[in-house]
């Protein structure tokens, strides 16, 4: 298959969608972005690599995060884990609060923002230790032992996160929180913080489209079977709530982040990494989205 020439196309055809979307600014360290950039790295399980656009550009992860500390959960914690958090769409926004109340605190699953506190709460082991174990996970499987958190995304989040710090304490008031609010949230806005480029990102995902295995180092991230978990939840829950149109339009499990920067899995084959910062109605990248529409189109490697 001639990736190379396929993304070549797609950055053709998304190039009028670049600056429609709207960066997100609820974070102002992230409102400086700007919005004409994009990038797509497909990263293949045989060690290829092809890139379009801005390849070598940083950017915050944002929520994609997520699915690196539910990857160290699993394996800390395993089963119990979602004795804390379910496992279901949320058909609500990212950091809506209304569930959880009637839901006696427990989030619908470990991709919204209530489910990623709980996450971050379950593998709590100190502040600074907790953050060092996130990053050193983050460097081994993206093989990029430069990355880091930003901490100037990480204190803007944390000066304007008033709905998240709502969160974490409504949580703690049902027992879904063993550490203090303020300790927990600094590790959920650390990871949030984290900055990568697509080559990166999509390095760091393919070991879910590999069983688990890291296909550089031979490494076992994930056993089989919790792979195969990450990857439905990803299907399910992993777009917020336009995550119904994106397995419709693209049919890949996949996690966004309001960075602009949104990565999937062909299981088997390969990961594919894209970003633009200009963000649709629902917090996905709106060119991005469009960029996997149109991979899984002409690639033909939709997993259905
Ligand atoms: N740090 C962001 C927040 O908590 C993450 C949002 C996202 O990427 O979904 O609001």
Known sequence: MDYQKIIEKIYDEVKPLIEKGIVADYIPALAKTPANKFAMTVSTVNGEEFCVGDVDDNFSIQSISKVFTLTIAMNMIGDDLWKRVGREPSGNSFNSLVQLEYENGIPRNPFINAGAIVVSDAIFEGRGKTKNKILQFVREISGNNTLSFDEEVAESERIFGNKNRAMANFIKSFNNLNNLADDVLDIYFHQCSI?????????????????????KTGDIILGTRKTKRMNSLMLTCGLYDAVGDFAYRVGLPGKSGVGGGIVAVVPGELSVAVWSPGLNKYGNSLAGTKALELFTTYANNSIF
């Open 195 to 215: 900055c990568m480029n697509t080559k990166d990102l999509a390095h760091s995902f393919l070991f879910l489209a590999n069983k688990g295995i890291n296909p």
